[in-house]
């Protein structure tokens, strides 16, 4: 349940923030943006150490690549971000234990809120 209202508030900060002009400066939600490819990166690891199959967290971050269409140098950026988050994990979690859970689930409600923030903040 908590990840369906996560991916929905990700998609509507991603619905928010494609509606916004072109922009020659960095947007105003950058800096939301870069921590929520922390997260999502986070989550896809610490998720599927902990039973989750798949790709969705990954998914979601391509789809803000997609959204975004960013230059090669703030792409460079957000994959980095992702790849960051993921890292911390992957390299100190080889199972899933009681903190990974507790993790998971700081990273969910902060992803959620930071999705819904971003859209409320940015959004039509």
């Known amino acids: 349940m908590a990840r369906a209202m996560f991916m929905r508030f990700l998609l509507a900060a991603l619905l928010a923030v494609t ?4 922009r020659a400066v960095e947007a105003p939600y950058e800096k939301n943006l870069v921590r929520l490819a ?3 990166g986070s989550l896809q690891y610490l998720r599927n ?3 989750e199959k798949g790709d969705d967290w990954r998914e979601a ?3 803000i690549l997609i959204t975004e ?3 090669p140098d703030r792409r460079a950026e957000l994959v980095g971000s992702f790849n960051r988050g993921y890292r911390s994990y992957s390299d100190i979690y080889h199972t899933c234990t009681a903190s990974a859970t507790e993790a998971i689930a ?3 409600k902060e992803g959620e809120a930071l999705s819904r923030d971003t859209a409320n903040k940015f959004g039509n």
């Open 38 to 40: 922390e997260i999502l």
């Open 106 to 108: 700081r990273y969910m």
């Open 19 to 22: 509606a916004l002009p072109a």
């Open 49 to 51: 150490l902990c039973g």
């Open 61 to 63: 971050m391509d789809a």
């Open 69 to 71: 269409n960013p230059g």
